[in-house]
């Protein structure tokens, strides 16, 4: 099975630059996803990473070590409407898609 | 566009009532998805269909039952629903079953047994 970790909190100043770390232990690995979930809302899409190192997308950045079972999200120029809570999930060998419990992040002024 | 519907928004429901979450996609998806979303514990599957006409159980699985008639519809039941079972349930489809794509989730229905 996984067993996945991040922060169940994190607070950051609007303009700023917030981390999101996730760790994983996973019978074998077939690719890790970040998705963004805004209260009372489906959770959606935003990274796939299945090869070491980071991949951006405008203002959010997602990397990947697989050797250190470990990945991080990176939010920068923080705005209000990112506060939301931020889900790691892991595919294994076994195509199985297991969820971390979130991450909520909330954007102060 | 439509994308992933589910029904009922929101349902109270008497513990030893059944019930039924319906759960229609227009995309032509291959794989959906049942997950239930409890506080602290993040999202956790109960049952997935690969293609129309197969089922799996997932982690949580017990108390809850799907079907796959076609490729757009996939039910969720519960025979006799009990307390433990209050959740927000959430649908998600995706192109295919090998978990490497992206999920698109409907906008969840959550459910009250009392």
């Known amino acids: 099975g996984q067993n996945i970790d991040q922060p169940t909190e994190m607070t950051a100043t609007e303009g700023a630059i917030v981390q999101i770390n996730c760790t994983y232990q996973t019978s074998g690995f077939n690719g890790l996803f970040w998705y963004q979930q805004h209260a009372g809302e489906a959770p959606t899409f935003l990274s796939y990473n299945v090869l070491d190192g980071l991949e951006e997308k405008g203002r959010f950045s997602s990397f990947l070590s697989r050797s250190k079972g470990y990945s991080y999200l990176l939010l920068k120029e923080l705005q209000m409407k990112d506060s939301a809570s931020y889900l790691c999930a892991v595919s294994s060998n076994d195509y199985k898609l297991s969820f971390g419990a979130g991450t909520t992040v909330t954007v102060r002024a | 566009t439509a994308g992933i519907t589910q029904a009922p928004t929101s349902q109270i429901l008497a513990a030893g009532r059944s019930m039924t979450l319906r759960c229609t996609q227009d995309m032509r998806h291959n794989a959906m998805y049942w997950y239930r979303q409890d506080l602290g514990l993040g999202l956790r599957l109960i049952h997935y269909s690969n293609t129309a006409g197969t089922t799996g159980k997932g982690e949580v699985p017990d108390g809850y039952s799907v079907s796959r008639a076609n490729t757009d519809d996939f039910p969720l039941t519960l025979a006799s629903a009990v307390p433990s079972q209050t959740s927000v349930y959430f649908c998600?489809?995706?192109?295919?079953?090998?978990?490497?794509?992206?999920?698109?989730f409907g906008e969840g229905s959550r459910l009250t047994v009392l």
């Open positions: 998600a489809s995706s192109v295919s079953g090998d978990n490497t794509g992206e999920l698109f």
